[in-house]
């Protein structure tokens, strides 16, 4: 069988992406963010998301076909996110996805978002070899992930107990005045920071945790350490140096993401990390993941920064994994599932 055509349609939180791939080859990727319209709250309005889902899907998925050069009958199928996220926001895309399902007669995909935050790094470096480890930093989640086969049989080792990296850092920035979302912002002033300047904590990291807590995260002592520090220099009439506090949370989140995801693919026996979600991104955790993989003999496979906050490429290429694997297709009765499991790849 040739590789599948599949489109990819991505609304579970702030962004409209319409992702089209033959196989694992990228033929277009549209977004629309409605990050925007959200600044002035400090986060995401999930009915301002819903709207704006509503008013950019028809528009980017003409788009993407424009960009891919196809027409819609030409695909295969249709892939898109059945959760987890924020409800009214899915549905729009889920409804989308099911009346082009109907009008084309094409099957239904209803896939996990935080799967194809992992799988979009297929489009940049090829096949996955089986079994791996991920590690899945996203705005709400923070997971280490066992995957067997990566449409149909992944198991959570780990996972964040209070916050996710990417709300911590989207807390930090707004403790110290910086926009939202604050992963990018913070990512950019830790540059001229000094990592070491203060010793912020690592949380779940010592002896006493690690039967219990191995391979899970903490990030809220963190938070609540950092905006103590800010508040006291703030008391005591002290200019509160942002980039040092920037790069030195960034330096904690780093180290012990890093550290647990190494320590994970040990104790796996595996010799490949995937990495994935928007905090991916991050200039630092790419680095320091990057050294301390190498340093252990493992391969690290991380997608292009570009691809790894919330787009419609990840979903059509975990479609497109799901169909080569002769997967069935959904039901056209599934809903939205917004706290949809880690370990369901297909709805
Ligand atoms: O995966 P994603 O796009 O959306 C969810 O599925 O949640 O992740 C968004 C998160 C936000 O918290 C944002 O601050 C964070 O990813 N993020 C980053 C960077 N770019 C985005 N965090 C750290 N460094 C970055 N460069
Ligand atoms: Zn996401």
């Not at 891919?68 to 295969?76: C, F, R, T």
């Not at 995909?109 to 791996?132: E, F, K, R, T």
């Amino acid at each position: 069988m040739t590789a599948p055509l599949i489109l990819g349609i991505e609304s579970s939180c702030d962004e409209t992406g319409i992702g089209i791939v033959r196989g694992r080859e990228l033929l277009a990727n549209e977004v629309a963010s409605s990050v925007a319209e959200h600044v002035r709250f400090g986060g995401v309005v999930p009915e301002v998301a819903s709207r704006a889902h509503l008013e950019a899907l028809v528009p980017t998925l003409r788009r993407a076909c424009e960009v891919a050069d196809i027409d819609l009958n030409e695909l295969d199928g249709i892939a898109v996110t059945a959760g987890p996220g924020l409800m009214g926001a899915l549905v729009v895309g889920l409804t989308a996805a099911k009346a082009l399902a109907v009008a084309l007669n094409k099957p239904l995909y209803g896939v996990n978002h935080l799967i194809g935050h992992v799988a979009v790094d297929l489009l940049d470096h090829g096949p996955l070899p089986q079994p791996c480890a991920a590690l899945l930093v996203s705005g709400g989640h923070t997971s280490l992930l066992h995957v067997r086969d990566i449409t149909g049989d992944i198991t959570e080792i780990g996972a964040t107990i209070d916050d996710a990296a990417g709300e911590a850092y989207d807390k930090v920035a707004r403790v110290l005045g910086l926009s939202y979302p604050g992963g990018p912002v913070i990512d950019q002033l830790a540059q001229s920071g000094n990592p070491k300047a203060i010793a912020f904590p690592r949380g779940l990291t010592a002896g006493k945790d690690q039967a219990k807590h191995r391979f899970n995260y903490s990030f809220s002592g963190l938070k609540t350490s950092v905006s103590r520090w800010v508040e006291t220099e703030r008391l005591a009439g002290r200019e509160v140096p942002a980039a040092d506090v920037a790069a030195s949370f960034q330096e904690a989140v780093a180290d012990v993401l890093t550290a647990k995801a190494v320590d994970a693919c040990q104790y796996l026996g595996v010799d490949t990390l995937l990495l994935g979600g928007g905090v991916a991104a991050n200039s630092r955790l790419r680095e320091l993941l990057a050294e301390r993989t190498a340093a252990a003999g493992i391969t690290l496979r991380r997608p292009r920064p570009g691809l790894c906050t919330d787009n419609g490429a990840m979903i059509a290429v975990l479609g497109a994994e799901v169909v080569s694997a002769g997967r069935r297709p959904s039901a056209l009765e599934i809903g939205a599932d917004s706290g949809m499991p880690i370990s369901t790849v297909l709805a």
